[in-house]
């Protein structure tokens, strides 16, 4: 069964002291694809400013807006009404033998190779051979998924934006970015194409119509086994209605809700909020 | 000015009749030569573009060699003395490692017949046009991939392939603005292509001012030849550039954008914006408000439309690379993707000049233009491919061993030359890392005649011909940049390794109409200042100097 969600991110920026010039990109215009539609969006910043839209190499819509007056806060909220998608269900049509071929390792490239975010691990590709042993790809991408979810601690504070899969698998500790970074490292290491996805999910699966859920900004995997279908492995949980597609990329880097560049003298701290309401 | 009075040596009479004569004489290089052909020089198989084996001088190269043979060893000194004077007059000079030093400019020219030039002409045209159809494809539908032409692997592990300038679209499509396409000659004379430049390829100035100093040193030489002239380049730069600019700007405002003085080529920046009679900025002169990028003037701010930029995509924008960089504009990125400004050359061109890239620009003739590759590139092989891998690992003390990465002949290593502890440290960093890099054989870069303390030896050179595409054609200078390696025996051609440079002449043939060097006695005219309105070329409109009136 489908979900009809409301989302209501507001994000920004508080400057010690006033920033005089800023340059700004938001993804965080949900994606309309086969999946999901987006029936309504909007992106409105305090101070307002002339936003400029285009679709980036990943296909996510990019709002970008430059700011030029001083300024203390910067403010974007961006609204959206999605209809989700149904429970993914695990795809089985390529083999082991599949993964390895010439088309496949040369067409998927991009989600194959280690990255900043996502380098390779000795110890975690060693793990995750052992744990596909026996099984075809789309169970070895769910026993991987459940080994990280047990592995890793959900920890909010320990590790930050910038943080490694590595750095979070030698703390066995992190929040949703990292649960999906370490995925990544091993699904990549035992040759299954996967994709990092950023998104919403809305965490009361009883919520009443029209009830406002307090929501967080989330992540998780889409893995290529013949066909994409996605896990989150966060919550050890299928990606199903509760889940609102964003974007999708290599790792964070590629889908970073907000970032840009700022002059002034101050530091900036970044405030977020995240307001999930079932429609229907 | 003191070497504008010393008398320059005569040269002996020369004529069509006395050049025939003398052609059925030659058989043997005179005194200045002596030992040129010795059979122990190193490298002895290379082609030597004056003489041909038995010692006979090369078509060309007649009239030339008649002047310089009867040099004798003081004259040759007294020439030299005078073209080191104009260059250092003329304060060109080149940074290596901080340094300013002037660029050794050699004596005697590198000739090449029309016919010849005619051939290279229509090569690198056809080299960009497919490089062109490349990058719009990459940047845009990757077709290339999708039919399996090209690995996908290809371009994602390209290091300069930026995904950031993926969809961005130039009003008139072209990308490659300003492109060398470098060339070197192989031991049977054929001119084969060694790499590509299309990001900020530089050295065009030296052609200009070379021919500059050559023609105020060695006027009579000019007076021998039909030498095509090279002092319109920018001109065709300018037109090329306001071209570019979207269809609905009447008088596109064009910008040469440079990194600062202290970069290596801010001779080069100065003297391109100087030519064409535009500003010359730095990243902190503009800025960019809703997606437009304006210059701070006097006057207030003015719309840019077409910036000449003269800085690396990594510092050109700190929005989406290095964020650090303060040599860029922030936000020039998105305004030339919403088609406010353009970007020359374009953002993410270095996917098309990265070295492995290079192995498939024949593919990429064959499919885009459906034509032969007039231009062969040097044999290369590809250590990412298992049994070229195997190869040049089996053969590693044969061959020339290139970075992917990296230019102005760093890191390269001359199997032959190297130790076998050198040999065995790039093994592993090769088996390590084999997308980063190349093998090619000891391609034996052809001979030019150098002046060599009172003598002339051969020395090796290359070519750099720049090419402007403004959309409608390409034009190649008939020239370019000949860097020639000074130390003997050296194949490192470039100014960061010990090298120097010759005036490269593209002879007009005796039919054609095409203008060519001093042919009116005016060597005024050759001055940069005087010959701004000349060099200007006529596209110019009225409105576009009353403009530039009013900016000063």
């Known amino acids: 069964m489908t979900w009809q969600l409301r989302v209501a991110h507001r994000t920004g920026y508080r400057y010690a002291t006033p920033a005089t010039q800023s340059y700004n990109e938001a993804r965080l215009t949900p994606r309309s694809d086969r999946r999901q539609t987006t029936v309504a969006t909007r992106i409105e910043t305090t101070p307002a400013t002339r936003a400029y839209r285009y679709t980036d190499y990943w296909g996510t819509v990019v709002t970008s807006f430059d700011l030029h007056a001083p300024h203390t806060e910067f403010t974007v909220l961006a609204t959206s009404v999605v209809e989700t998608a149904d429970e993914a269900e695990p795809i089985r049509t390529a083999s082991w033998r599949d993964l390895r071929s010439e088309t496949v390792v040369d067409h998927r490239t991009e989600y194959l190779t280690p990255t900043d975010y996502t380098p390779r691990d000795v110890s975690l590709a060693r793990e995750a051979r052992s744990l596909r042993t026996g099984l075809d790809p789309a169970d070895a991408v769910l026993a991987v998924c459940e080994w990280v979810n047990k592995q890793l601690k959900y920890q909010p504070g320990t590790t930050g934006v910038h943080s490694t899969a590595t750095d979070a698998w030698q703390a066995r500790e992190g929040v949703c970015q990292d649960f999906a970074h370490v995925t990544l490292v091993m699904l990549r290491a035992i040759g299954i194409p996967a994709r990092y996805v950023s998104g919403y999910l809305h965490t009361k699966p009883d919520a009443k119509l029209g009830e406002v859920v307090e929501g967080e900004s989330h992540a998780w995997v889409d893995v290529w086994t013949g066909g994409w279908w996605a896990y989150d492995p966060t919550n050890a949980i299928p990606v199903g209605p509760r889940h609102v597609w964003v974007a999708m990329g290599r790792d964070y880097a590629d889908v970073a809700p907000l970032k840009g560049i700022f002059t002034g003298g101050g530091q900036s701290t970044l405030d977020v909020s995240v307001h999930l309401t079932r429609l229907a | ?552």
Request: with cysteine.
């Open chain 2, 1 to 552: 000015m003191s070497f504008m009075n010393a008398t320059p040596p005569r040269l002996p009479p020369s004529g069509r009749r006395a050049r025939k004569a003398a052609a059925s004489r030659i058989t043997r290089p005179g005194d200045r030569f002596e030992g040129y052909l010795s059979p122990d020089r190193p490298h002895a198989g290379a082609y030597d573009e004056m003489f041909s084996g038995d010692g006979t001088v090369r078509g060309p190269y007649r009239a030339l060699y008649e002047s310089i043979a009867a040099l004798d060893a003081h004259d040759l000194q007294s020439r030299s003395q005078a073209l080191d004077r104009a260059m250092v007059d003329q304060g060109i000079t080149f940074s290596l490692s901080g340094q300013e030093r002037p660029f050794p400019l050699d004596l005697v020219p590198r000739v090449i017949q029309a016919a010849e030039w005619t051939k290279l002409e229509r090569g690198v045209a056809q080299r960009v046009r497919a490089l062109e159809a490349f990058l719009a494809d990459v940047y845009g539908d990757r077709q290339i991939l999708r039919d399996g032409v090209l690995p996908r692997r290809l371009i994602t592990s390209c290091e300069h392939f930026h995904r950031e300038a993926f969809g961005i679209t130039p009003p008139n499509g072209v990308r490659i603005h300003v492109s060398g396409v470098d060339l070197v000659r192989d031991e049977e004379g054929t001119f084969r292509v060694l790499e590509d430049n299309l990001r900020n390829p530089s050295g065009v100035s030296y052609v200009m001012e070379n021919r500059r100093t050559m023609a105020r040193v060695f006027p009579d030489l000019f007076a021998q030849h039909r030498v095509r002239p090279v002092g319109d380049y920018a001109s065709h730069l300018l037109r090329a550039l306001r071209a570019a600019a979207a269809a609905n700007v009447a008088d596109p405002m064009v910008v040469v954008l440079t990194p600062g003085v202290h970069n290596s080529a801010y001779f080069e920046h100065s003297l391109l914006a100087r030519l064409m009679g535009v500003e010359l900025v730095e990243g902190r002169d503009m800025f960019c408000r809703d997606n437009v990028v304006y210059l701070r003037t006097t006057e207030g701010e003015r719309q840019v439309d077409v910036v000449y930029r003269r800085i690396d995509d990594e510092f050109l924008d700190p929005v989406h690379y290095r964020p650090d960089s303060v040599l860029g504009v922030a936000g020039i990125q998105n305004a030339a993707r919403a088609g406010n400004v353009v970007v020359a050359n374009a953002i993410g061109n270095g996917v098309g000049d990265d070295k492995l890239v290079y192995t498939y620009v024949p593919e990429m003739v064959k499919y885009y233009l459906n034509e032969k590759p007039l231009l062969p590139n040097v044999d290369t092989f590809r250590c990412w491919l298992p049994d070229e891998f195997d190869h040049v690992m089996a053969h590693l003390d044969e061959l020339v061993i290139k970075p992917v990465e990296g230019s102005g002949g760093y890191g390269i290593v001359f199997g032959p030359d190297a130790t076998a502890a050198e040999l065995a440290t790039l093994r592993r960093k090769v088996r390590a890392n084999r997308r980063g890099w190349i093998a090619q054989p000891v391609v034996q870069l052809s001979t030019v005649p150098a002046k060599v303390d009172d003598r002339l030896a051969p020395r090796h050179v290359d070519l750099r011909p720049f090419a402007v595409n403004d959309g409608k054609d390409i034009f190649v200078l008939p020239g370019g940049l000949t860097r020639v390696a000074l130390p003997e025996g050296s194949l490192v051609v470039n100014s960061s390794q010990g090298g120097g440079s010759k005036d490269t002449w593209v002879l007009a043939s005796r039919a054609s109409t095409a203008e060519r060097e001093l042919e009116q006695p005016a060597l005024g005219a050759m001055s940069t200042v005087d010959g701004l309105v000349a060099e200007q070329g006529p596209e110019l409109t009225s409105s576009q100097q009353q403009q530039q009136q009013q900016q000063s």
